[in-house]
């Protein structure tokens, strides 16, 4: 069997992303192309069972991996948590091994934003009520403005 690499050469040091300014808020974009499947960044963080989670965690970066754990992954090593949410991702979650990565759901180029969908839950929790800000949602909410504002001919 292959040996991965430390994850402190290939997560730490060799990061293939940035931390940059973002529609909304700070984001993170990439360094380098990514294809389809390639894995971006670790989600890292301490694992929580999600009954301690229920009984005493609360912070946005909480990433359920499955019935039993989440990750913690409000530290600020994990570059992976600075990712947006987004209803049109690139970009998905997934544990291999009993560890979490953002993985390339298609292919990404040079700076673009590294977005992956945060799920329901987080998103009637935190994002519903101040309104979706990623790229899909400010497009759609820019049309639909624009409409309006077409059709007010009435009265004149
Ligand atoms: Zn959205």
Redesign the pocket.
């Known amino acids: 069997m292959k040996t991965d690499i430390p994850s402190s050469l290939n997560d730490k040091n060799c990061h293939r992303v940035r931390v940059g300014r973002s529609s909304a808020g700070l984001g993170l974009f990439s360094t380098s192309i990514f294809k389809k499947g390639e894995r971006i960044v670790e989600y890292v963080g301490k694992r929580l069972t999600n009954k301690e989670v229920d009984e005493i965690v609360e912070n946005r970066y909480l990433l359920q991996i499955n019935d039993r754990y989440t990750i913690d992954g409000s530290a600020r090593t994990n570059i992976a948590r600075y990712a947006n949410?987004?209803?049109?991702p690139n970009a998905e979650t997934k544990t291999v091994r009993g560890r979490t990565y953002i993985f390339a759901r298609k292919n990404i180029c040079l700076n673009e934003e590294i977005t992956w969908n945060y799920g329901k839950n987080y998103f009637n929790d935190f994002?519903k009520d101040g309104g979706?800000?990623?790229?899909?949602?400010?497009r759609?909410k820019k049309e639909k403005e624009n409409g309006a504002g077409g059709t007010v001919l009435e009265g004149v």
């Open positions: 949410h987004s209803c049109n994002i979706c800000r990623c790229a899909k949602c400010v759609k």
